[in-house]
Structure formats: structure tokens, C-alpha cells
């Protein structure tokens, strides 16, 4: 049951220094604690041991606090700094709002004390699992920068922004595949965000890269982060477009890529998009279908979803001829495993007897 006025809850420190008395409503606000330090312990040594630096330390481990909770560990700038996200998975109706909103208020306490991050450094969203994805709602729109690293490589952080931190840490394992296989290719990057597998491509030294993503915004992120990691120059290029109208448009110039990374949203219907929505469901076949007039001979597409119920469309796919291999469990990290259904991943290629491919430059 829950208390009527807080209560002092003890919580060992997880560096090795003295308890802490935490103020806390739940009576099973101590469960939730010592979860969180259990799953924290063992993410710490995993996450030295594969040189991760930001990760989820906790995914709605125990029903009464559906919270995911994501660690970033600062660099660059902000190295020594340590942030943290709360995100709350909304609440179902048969739970007291006030109840729920008393135990994120224990979570968000709790976690700053386990985590070893400062009030200054907690950033607290609602997190509504909508029909075909989430939606977040941030504690308050309060511009906050930082910076990490994955994969060697500085990317900047905004905790205030409304969708992400502008790093979707699920597709960690996706963005690294990117750069085991970007060398020497012409490397494409739809519904490119901030850029993140740009830089893994650049990383990678693939020949050149072309990140097309219709926020401005985003690409001027995508921008700064190439140039924190000294990718700059006439062969990486930033197109501000509807990528479904500039994929078309692309098809008639000839130029082709040999590597094409695609994340599109779920779901979109963006001013800027016209009287037109996007569904991924709906739509993503005739996308595939689209972007394979943009392949170089021998191409491939990595192509990724968050769509929990998404089923790929094999048929389309080899109308198209398109063949796909799902990768998804494998692109899942381990700090994901818990929702073995955060998003789906393929590799996705020519069928061995097209014959009607196009010829590269």
C-alpha cells in the first residue's frame, strides 16, 4: 500500500561510499531500489568490459514501476559527467493517477541516488505506448547538451529534446554492423535523426556519405556531429528533403550507393509532408521496392523498425526483387534483451537472378 506522507528509505551507495537516506511514498519503493542497484551492478562490469558508455539500466522490471531507466556516461565536453533518463510507461487506467505518480517520484529519487547522478542530470518523461510505437512527453522543455561516445566516436546529446537524446540506444549493434561494412562504399542514410550511423559509415571509411532527413534540425545536429569526430568535406553531403519525394527523384539522376541505412518512424504525418502520412506497416514495401532503383550492383540495405507488431512484406519485397534476412534478434544488445521486440532489423539484398539491375558510375 501506498504511504500518505513519505518515508525514509536507506540505499547503499553503489561506488563504495556512505548509505543514503532517500524520501520515498511506496512501500515498494525498497524493491525497486534493490532491483535497480542489482541490474546497475551488472551493467557497470558489462558495460566496461564492451567499452559501452551509455546503455538502459532497467526496462519495467517489476509491474508496480514501469519505468525504463537509460545511463549515459559523459564525454568529450562533458567527460567525467554521468545523465540519466526516466521515462514512465503510462500508467493503465485501473491504477490511482495519484499512486502513479507518487512511485515516479520514488523511481526518479531512487535512480539518481543508484546511478550517482545529480537532480541537475535526471531528465523524467512520460513515455504512452501508442498504436504502433511510443510517444514521450518530456518533464519540461529545458535545453540541456552533453556528449558521449559508442563505438570510439563523440555524438552530442540533448535531454530536452521531445523524441530522444538524438542516440536510440537500441540500434547500437545496427549503427556498428553500418560501420563493419561501410568501407569503400557510397553510403546512404534515410530518415537519418542526427546522423549517428553516418558517423559509424564515415568511421568506417566508406567512399562517401549522404544523409537525407526532412528536420533541419536533425541535420544540423548530423552536421556537428561529423565534425566532432572530423568527418567534414565535399564528399560527405546533408539533404534536407521528404526522403519518400527525394528517393524518387534520386532514381532518375543514376547515382547509386552500394550501402543504404534505413530507420524510417512508425508513423508521421508532418505538415511538411503535405495532406500524406507514412505508416511503416502500410508503407514500407513500396519504399524497399523505391530504393532499390538506387543500388549499386552487389548493394545492400540495412533496413530497421520500431514497430512491436511489425511484419515485413516478403511478397512485395519480391515483386520488388528483394530478398531479406532478419536479423533482428541478433541486433538486439544486451542491455535490450528484456523486449526482444524493440525493433526488427534486416539485411536486405538483389535476388540472385535479377537481371535488371542497375549499373553504377
Known sequence: MDSTQKHTLTVPDSFGGADHGVAVWDRGADQFAARLRKVFKERRKWAKREGVHCYRVYDADLLDFSVAIDLYEGAG???GERFAVVAEYRPPKSV??????????DACAIAGVVLGVPPAHLFARERRRDKGGSQYVPEGRRRAIAYTQEGGYLFELDFGGYLDTGLFLDHR????????????????????????????????????????????????RARRNMAMNGFTGPKHSFIRADVTDWIVREGRTGHVYDLVFCDPPTFSNSKAMGQRTW??????????????????????????????????????????GLVAQDISKASIPHDFERNDRIHHCYIITRAADRKDAPHGR
Open 77 to 79: 565536453p562533458a567527460a
Open 173 to 220: 549493434l545496427a549503427r556498428l554492423l553500418v560501420g563493419r561494412m561501410a568501407q569503400g562504399t557510397r553510403f546512404l542514410n534515410l530518415f537519418a535523426y542526427t546522423g549517428s550511423a553516418t558517423v559509424h559509415a564515415a568511421g568506417g571509411r566508406a567512399r562517401t556519405t549522404t544523409t537525407v532527413d526532412l528536420s533541419q534540425t536533425y541535420l544540423d
Open 96 to 105: 490511482d493517477p495519484v499512486r502513479a505518480a507518487h512511485r515516479f517520484e
Open 279 to 320: 505508416d511503416v506497416q502500410r508503407d514500407h514495401a513500396t519504399l524497399l521496392a523505391a530504393i532499390e532503383k538506387l543500388l549499386a550492383p552487389h548493394g545492400t540495405i540495412v533496413f530497421s523498425c520500431n514497430l512491436r507488431g511489425f511484419k515485413l512484406d516478403g511478397e512485395g519485397l519480391a515483386r520488388a
